[in-house]
């Protein structure tokens, strides 16, 4: 599975990127805000209209930078967590 990031644009290669390397360039801090959110569109695109593949694809895409942030938060959160 990949995208193509002709479609994209903004400074991503011009080539079927397969996600894992996405994953990779969007976690890239020289990655746009632009070409994340244009890929990202697309991704959710896929998601919606192209089958379950699609969805366990962005799930894959999006793990890296959900697994940062989680790492950034509890560095800074030292309490525990209360029940709402």
Known sequence: MSLDGA???HGL????IP???LAAILMHPSCSFTA???AWRQLITHARTAGP???VGAVGVAL?????AAKR???VHTGDVQPS
């Open 7 to 9: 479609q994209i644009g």
């Open 36 to 38: 994340s959110d244009t």
């Open 53 to 55: 593949a699609w969805v």
């Open 64 to 68: 890296p930078g959900l697994r940062a």
């Open 19 to 21: 996600l894992r390397e």
């Open 13 to 16: 290669p011009a080539r079927p």
């Open 73 to 75: 938060l509890s560095h």
